[in-house]
């Protein structure tokens, strides 16, 4: 008969695979965590700076002007002469407020003729992008 030692010790050893899996939860929750403070519905325009409230409304129009003159409603090309008739039905919901990101180095003359158009269209409320400082 074999007689046991009153009190076995054992050796203490590490799991690893419970923390890779914990890391790897940790990873993925950064990197999601991650995109969804980008804001992924506009293109990227150098915007003038400025102190603005947060916008509250849950899809924007967003009328966009970039550098070389190309003007684009939620990344849709348009020229000016179509411009009113891509808007109004993206307004029949009720909504009637257009956010309005143009890059700083944007022709002053073309934003201009854009809202111009954008007011044709049923555009009520205009709301401009700026970079907070």
Do not use: C, W
């Not at 956010?99 to 954008?118: E, I, T």
């Amino acid at each position: 008969m074999k007689l046991r030692k009153p009190r076995a010790y054992r050796k203490g050893r590490i799991e690893i695979i419970p923390m890779i899996d914990v890391m790897f939860f940790l990873l993925a929750t950064f990197m999601l965590s991650s995109l969804a403070m980008q804001n992924l519905d506009s293109l990227q325009v150098n915007l003038p700076q400025g102190k603005a409230e947060k916008l509250k409304t849950e899809t924007p129009v967003i009328l966009t002007l970039t550098s070389d003159s190309k003007i684009l409603v939620n990344k849709t090309p348009v020229t000016l002469q179509t411009l009113a008739a891509t808007l109004e039905p993206l307004l029949s919901n009720g909504q009637q407020s257009v956010v309005v990101s143009a890059d700083n180095a944007a022709p002053q003359g073309v934003v201009v003729q854009a809202m111009l158009q954008a007011r044709a269209a049923g555009v009520k409320q205009f709301l401009i992008a700026v970079k907070h400082e």
